[in-house]
């Protein structure tokens, strides 16, 4: 098993539609998450982190975290062209200082 | 705003070269990280450094050194570049909120 899993879709939504991205992990007691966007060519940002069980919202996005589900997700709203890009979660195994584990990402394609 | 910088954004080399890769930052940060990208497997990690003179091996550091002699700079090295080394590889500094990453550098070997 994979330590952090993600759909590698792609994922086509139509422009203002929510858009839903998941991602699970395998270490029970990772204690920090966080997704990141990349353009095509282009490296990742960060654009969420979540610590602690429920929602985390900002702006468009929200992350949702379930520990005891071991699922950690992304939700866009309204989402736009410029939202199309690989999203990649990452999850911050326990110990081991900042390092992090990446899943290998979900395209993501906003259809006009 | 962290800013981590990579001195190129393309390389080409040969097969069997000693090829150096550079990153800087700009932030004081102790934690610094070496990853290779490539279509369907992710972000790699193949070393990491806590502090100036500390490397630590990442999953897959065969083929590979580090060197940290000072804070701000971490680098990679390809003893003897090979062909499955052509990879993106991304430089990343972490201040205890995530990552910042690099531009990267599109390493070719021919």
């Known amino acids: 098993q994979k330590e952090v899993e993600q759909n590698s879709g792609p994922l086509s939504v139509p422009e203002g539609a929510i858009a839903s991205l998941n991602c699970t992990y395998s270490?029970?007691?990772?204690?920090?998450f966080f997704w990141y966007r990349q353009y095509s060519g282009k490296s990742p940002e960060l654009i969420m982190s979540?610590?602690?069980?429920g929602d985390k919202e900002d702006g468009r996005f929200t992350a949702q975290l379930n520990k005891a589900s071991q699922y950690v997700s992304l939700l866009i709203r309204d989402s736009q062209p410029s939202d199309s890009a690989t999203y990649l979660c990452a999850v911050k195994p326990p110990g081991g200082g900042n390092k992090l584990t990446f899943g290998t990402g979900t395209q993501l394609k906003v259809e006009l | 705003d962290v800013k981590v910088t990579q001195s190129s954004r393309y390389l080409v080399k040969r097969t069997g070269e000693k090829v150096f890769l550079e990153c800087v930052q700009d932030?004081?940060?102790?934690?610094m990280f070496w990853y290779r990208q490539d279509p369907g497997l992710g972000l790699r990690l193949i070393y990491f450094s806590y502090d100036v003179k500390m490397k630590e091996k990442g999953d897959i550091p065969e083929g590979y050194s580090v060197s940290r002699e000072k804070k701000e700079r971490f680098s990679l090295i390809l003893e003897s570049a090979s062909t499955n080394q052509t990879s993106m590889y991304l430089c990343?500094?972490?201040?205890?909120?995530?990552?910042?990453f690099g531009s990267g550098t599109r390493l070719t070997v021919v």
């Open positions: 979540i610590y602690s069980n």
């Open positions: 270490d029970r007691v990772s204690q920090s």
């Open positions: 990343a500094s972490a201040g205890g909120y995530g990552y910042t």
């Open positions: 932030m004081d940060h102790e934690n």
